[in-house]
């Protein structure tokens, strides 16, 4: 069943996290079995023509759907988070977002050099999260084959940024 049919799920939280921003809040389809299911499987056939061997996933949503999609295809999974979180050594980028600026950290050893990497975050808005997770991704030898996301905010053109990869997104508002 395509999570299109879990739209209903995608509540729209107005002014959060500031005033003006309408923010897409996907936690009732995480709560939704089928729902979370449609998402997961979804991911899967959206990306199934990228060349891909970890998912990197964006804090904190994108944790969820990087583990699911890396176990479901039997690949491996890394993590972007936000800074003072990564234990071991790390490599740290600052980037501006749709309300403000923000930074995340990877581990060096993340990804080993030349490795093929699918970006993977719940939401695509203005592609600066997304954007500096690539580049994180580059920065420490990793290859960037594909972006994937639940949902993307399109009136945001967050795409655009992101033209070095195949970019698939189940819902598209």
């Given at each position: ?74 690949r491996g999974v890394s ?95």
């Amino acid at each position: 069943m395509p999570v299109q049919q879990f739209t209903h799920l995608v509540r729209n939280v107005p002014d959060f996290p500031k005033p003006g921003i309408q923010f897409k809040d996907i936690t009732p389809l995480l709560q939704h079995g089928p729902g979370l299911r449609a998402a997961i499987d979804d991911m899967v056939a959206a990306t199934a023509d990228i060349d891909w061997q970890v998912a990197v996933g964006i804090e904190s949503r994108g944790f969820l759907f990087a583990s699911a999609l890396a176990y479901a295809t039997g690949r491996g999974v890394s993590l972007v988070r936000k800074p003072g979180k990564l234990p071991a050594e790390k490599v740290r980028l600052e980037y501006a977002l749709e309300y403000g600026s923000d930074a995340i950290e990877i581990h060096a050893d993340a990804v080993t050099p030349g490795q093929r990497v699918l970006i993977v975050d719940d939401v695509l808005a203005t592609g600066g999260t997304a954007r500096a997770a690539a580049d994180l991704v580059k920065r420490i030898g990793g290859s960037v084959t594909g972006y994937v996301f639940l949902a993307e905010l399109g009136f945001l053109n967050g795409r655009s940024k992101l033209t070095d990869a195949a970019v698939r997104s189940l819902l598209v508002w």
